[in-house]
């Protein structure tokens, strides 16, 4: 018996010699993680849900084939939801304890993870040996999961976004899918059409709830060639002319034009709930947005397209860029840590594997043919093999994504802070969004203050 | 019902019997029937037969009345989908267990503090009805750290039944309610219990407890009620999917998911206890007229 | 447990032996404080890990920081932090403004509901059951009823659907600052207020018909008669619920979180628990959401010496 079995026997006891049996069997169950055989057992989350069930049964498929590879790992999975990084549920594993072995994170939840004094430093583990592709990544990218020279997470996705838009319903308001809006202007005219053609939808969806509204406030204002916070981190700065363009326009869209839906205070599962139906002309996103649509919301792929972020002149002048990675909970032995890089290399960095196997995601109902994640640096032989085996079994219309693809922009990280800094734009959203009276002025005045506030406070 | 025996209200009988009063009543009466009939069932109607409709049907102004084309799919992708057999479970599992734990701990103290009054017992009276006034979020961040890790013990409660069943003991107003209908039951009863030689253990037993019925069915009521109501308790330390309750587990998956589906959801959800609450309607409500504190 | 069976000493037999008397009855005031106390520990314990601890624990942390496992004393910085927040005063305002209009319509409506049940004598059950049914429902459930069709701010809304029948203007319901809290209130009462007025019936019914009899003979109408004697007569249960309430309505959380996705339109619905909620869990800030907790704590406490100031006053 391990000594926190042992003082659960304690408590239960306690609780029993109050004068109660109890029947009552805690879920928690801390196997051994390596056993007599030398066998090593490690929990991994981000298990995919049962509503996606192709998603489900792929994953399944892989551990099953993993183990069979190598027999003495066990892979215990655990679906933690749909969002495998749902904000409050994610502090609350981490406060408790009660994450994976192994599990999930967004670039920006590093130093969180490590003020929870939860993460394991695995510098010394993660090579070549371990995990095949190792040396392909795009080092900017374990640069990020990277605290004082030490690493802390394998990267297993990088994003950037750009404007998603609906074909069909571009087909039906007289717009040609194959040359999506270039500018914001653009998006106002392409909006303001599908929202003619077709009663029910909105030509352009916006967030404004649950901080997704102050994410995409900084997506589009990086578009204008705009930032958050000033270069030092100190200060707002987005209360000037940039910030204001990217409430004008959603303004105009929103009250000028009526394109945008009757129904606000949107985030992320609503948007894409109403996009799965057909109700969504255009909005902005990660191209695996359309992935998500498809698999969780029940949508169908063949609708969707992505092009590069419009701008407020000809392209975006740069774009939100994002990513996720597995992290190890402090704790492991070693074994289980080279476990776990093993089963993550396999899972999420091997061609031909795992979020990789394009000839298996090809007849699903699953779009191949997104330009992500990119994983690997430009010009490794993994990229090069990704890309060839991407081509090779593309469902969609590689065109679709050629615009998106080709056109590059330059990608900038979230800010320092950002929930806390999304939580106070996003009433900067929510307000020009349901008001049809709101002084924009007024709204970046106040988010400005609230923002240095913050800073200030240094929370 | 009892009230029809003729009990003297608010106005009088023989007023409501008579020319203009009895007018007035029966309008009063039909108009009452009809507008909660409308304002409580209506909107239960809305919700079981919206999830039989077609999202583009949802959208389209004005709302049909009835489904044009029911469709059970929602139905049946939320139960699959949200494992709401297993959310339901643990509800129940959590509501029995914490009427349970109540109606023993509390009882036993309720009738310590009333009938036995040891020593420093009014100073533990005192600690514990100052609890009435703080509401559980004041108390949501410490408690939740305390849960992760139990002084003394060191034992981390998150996704175990007892961190929903323990802190559920702490409840002042249980203590209060308990107490005052323990102070009501006459001390004579008592000493004519001790002198058959009955310990404290069998006067609470053989005469405290069958006297009162009623009170502890309404403790038990409040706790299933609470159990059942409760959000932000168990959306924290119950994080696995596994362990959530219903209300919690609709809300999370509520993220993702198709608003048909979670309307579904919830009219699943709420079917068991609407059925339970039917059957046993009549004991709920006698146990909440009989037993709840006279004003 | 421990269970002390000694034959318990009787009344009649120290009558004539004041000294035995004495004896025993020390002797039951040893077993009874014995006993007293096994019968308490258990609900003891539970106050003091759950209840009493967390009170200290909070008031702890709310002057410590955490940071990367290392908790350092960090003074009055949570307070000036959480105040500078901006959400913080807005939250205030919500939750007061909530409290009020609870008092307004989740308050005094069951009240009423419960003296014009207790004048019908058809239907009693039914209407009962029909009051009741909500409370039946998990909370969730009912909230995304309302969310999703009675507050749909499209005309398709069902509450839309019935004001544009009607000719009367629409709302955009959670998308309007305006009619956020109301609307919280509106979809609150309807789902709580079965319990209320199960209890008020209650007590209605414990009061004597004798004392209707004489308000009507001196001439009292029914209002007179509601003001004079209904209320008096069931002025402790209506204290007793509207503390309760006021402390149920500081707890608000599951209404903004699922009608208004949080914080609704421009702060409209973050309430002070919401805040709470919010920096414990989504900005990893512990200790901020344990000072606000404390800071919640003295408001209350501060509200309820004048709640007791009045309601002593009154006798």
């Not at chain 2, 108390?139 to 175990?160: C, E, G, K, R, W």
């Not at chain 3, 209650?202 to 001196?218: T, W």
């Amino acid at each position: 018996m391990s000594a926190p079995q042992y003082r659960k026997a304690v408590a239960y006891a306690l609780a029993a010699g109050l004068g109660l049996s109890l029947a009552a069997c805690s879920t928690k169950s801390d196997d051994a993680a390596t056993d007599a055989n030398g066998k090593v057992t490690i929990t991994v989350d981000c298990q995919p849900v049962g509503t996606e069930k192709d998603l489900l049964a792929n994953w399944n498929a892989d551990v099953a084939a993993f183990q069979k590879d190598n027999p003495d790992i066990t892979i215990k999975s655990v679906s933690v939801g749909q969002q495998c990084n749902n904000p409050p549920d994610f502090t609350a594993r981490l406060a408790g304890g009660t994450m994976t072995d192994v599990f999930y994170g967004y670039m920006t939840d590093l130093s969180q993870v490590l003020d929870s004094g939860q993460a394991m430093d695995i510098t010394e583990y993660a090579n070549k040996d371990t995990v095949p592709t190792f040396d392909s990544i795009d080092p900017a990218l374990t640069k990020v999961f990277t605290d004082g020279g030490k690493l802390y997470a394998l990267p297993v996705k990088n994003y950037s976004m750009g404007l998603v838009y609906n074909k069909t319903l571009f087909q039906k308001a007289g717009l040609d899918p194959a040359s999506p809006p270039k500018t914001w202007a653009e998006v106002r005219t392409a909006a303001k059409k599908i929202a003619d053609a077709d009663k029910g939808a909105a030509g352009y969806a916006e967030y404004s709830a649950g901080n997704t509204g102050g994410w995409h406030f900084t997506a589009e204002l990086y578009s204008q060639g705009g930032q958050v916070l000033s270069e030092d981190g100190k200060k707002a700065d987005f209360n000037n002319a940039l910030g204001k363009q990217v409430l004008q326009n959603l303004k105009d869209m929103r009250y000028g034009d009526n394109s945008m839906g009757t129904r606000q205070l949107l985030q992320w599962g609503d948007l894409l709930t109403n996009a799965a139906a057909g109700k969504v002309g255009m909005f902005v996103g990660a191209p695996d947005a359309t992935q998500a649509i498809v698999s969780q919301f029940k949508g169908k792929y063949e609708d969707w397209a992505v092009a590069p972020l419009p701008g407020q002149d000809g392209l975006a002048k740069s774009t939100l860029g994002g990513g996720e990675g597995y992290f190890f909970k402090k704790g492991l032995t070693p074994e289980q840590v080279k476990a776990g890089l093993k089963w993550v290399a396999y899972e999420k960095l091997t061609v031909g594997k795992g979020q990789f196997d394009y000839p298996r995601a090809k007849p699903q109902n699953y779009p191949v043919g997104v330009p992500q994640p990119l994983l690997f640096a430009p010009g490794t032989e993994a990229q090069k093999a990704e890309v060839e085996l991407r081509k090779a079994n593309a469902n969609v219309d590689p065109a679709i994504y050629a615009l998106f693809e080709n056109q590059q922009l330059p990608i900038k990280g979230e800010p320092t802070n950002a929930q806390a800094i999304y939580a106070v734009l996003d009433s900067a959203m929510s307000g020009v969004l349901t008001n049809p009276n709101a002084n924009i002025d007024e709204l970046l005045k106040t988010a400005e203050t609230k923002v240095n506030q913050l800073l200030a406070a240094g929370s | 019902m009892a009230q029809e025996s003729g009990t003297r209200t608010l106005v009088s009988q023989a007023q409501l019997r008579r020319g203009r009063g009895r007018i007035v009543y029966w309008t009063l009466l039909a108009t009452i029937i009809l507008g909660f009939t409308l304002v409580f069932l209506g909107p239960l109607y809305w919700m079981v037969t919206g999830a039989l409709k077609s999202g583009t049907e949802i959208a389209q102004t004005p709302p049909t009345l009835w489904p044009q084309h029911p469709e059970t799919d929602n139905y049946v992708n939320a139960w699959h989908d949200l494992n709401l057999a297993k959310l339901l479970f643990n509800t129940f599992y959590y509501a029995i267990g914490a009427v349970l734990f109540q109606l023993i701990l509390d009882t036993a103290a309720a009738y310590a503090l009333s009938k036995l009054r040891p020593a420093l017992g009014n100073v533990i009276l005192g600690a514990m009805l100052a609890t009435l006034m703080i509401p559980a979020m004041v108390l949501i961040v410490p408690q939740y750290v305390t849960v992760i890790d139990l002084p003394i013990v060191h034992v981390n409660l998150l996704d175990s039944p007892f961190a929903i069943w323990l802190p559920l003991v702490a409840n002042a107003f249980n203590i209060f309610l308990l107490k005052r209908f323990f102070d009501s039951i006459p001390e004579d009863l008592m000493a004519a219990a001790s002198v058959d030689g009955a310990g404290p253990l069998r006067t609470l037993w053989s005469i405290i407890l069958p006297m009162s019925r009623p009170i502890l069915g309404v403790v038990s009521i409040f706790a299933v009620t609470y159990v059942w109501k409760d959000f932000l308790w168990p959306k924290l330390v119950m994080p696995s999917a596994e362990t959530r309750t219903v209300s919690v587990g609709i809300e999370a998956f509520s993220r993702g998911t198709s608003m048909n589906e979670i309307v579904a959801a919830s009219v699943i959800a709420a079917i068991p206890t609407v059925i339970i609450f039917l059957i046993f309607q009549r004991n709920i409500m006698s146990g909440l007229t009989a037993g709840s504190v006279k004003g | 447990m421990a269970i002390i069976t000694a034959p318990g000493t009787t009344e009649k037999l120290g009558r004539s032996e004041p000294a035995i008397r004495n004896n025993a009855r020390r002797n039951r005031k040893i077993r009874d404080n014995v006993t007293g106390h096994a019968f308490l520990i258990g609900a003891v314990l539970c106050f003091a890990l759950f209840s009493w601890y967390p009170m200290i624990r909070g008031i702890v942390m709310s002057f410590q920081r955490t940071k990367r496992g290392v908790t350092t004393w960090v003074g009055w910085d949570n307070y000036t932090r959480i105040v500078a927040d901006p959400s913080f005063w807005p939250a205030w305002k919500n939750t007061f403004y909530f409290t009020v209009l609870a008092l307004i319509l989740g308050y005094a409506v069951p009240f009423f509901v419960a003296i014009l049940l207790n004048e019908l004598r058809h239907a009693k059950g039914y209407l009962r059951i029909l009051v009741y049914l909500p409370v039946m429902l998990p909370p969730a459930s009912a909230l995304f009823l309302f969310k999703f069709y009675a507050y749909d701010p499209s005309d398709a809304g069902l509450f839309n659907a019935i004001l544009k029948s009607l000719h009367l203007p629409t709302s955009q319901w959670m998308q309007s600052a305006d009619a956020t809290m109301p609307a919280m209130v509106i979809a609150s009462t309807w789902m709580n207020m079965g319990g209320a007025v199960l209890i008020y019936l209650a007590s209605l019914q414990n009061i004597p018909g004798e004392l209707y009899e004489a308000a009507e003979l001196d001439g009292a109408g029914l209002w007179r008669r509601i003001w004079n004697v209904t209320i008096p007569q069931t002025r402790l249960i209506l204290a007793l619920l509207a503390m309760m309430q006021i402390v149920a309505t500081m707890q608000l959380f599951i209404e903004p979180l699922i009608l208004a996705n949080g914080a609704g339109t421009e702060d409209s619905a973050t309430t002070v628990a919401y805040l709470i909620y919010q920096h414990g869990f989504f900005q990893n800030d512990l200790n901020g959401a344990a000072a606000l907790g404390v800071i919640m704590l003295v408001v209350l406490a501060a509200f309820s010496a004048v709640y007791v100031r009045l309601t002593t006053k009154q006798d």
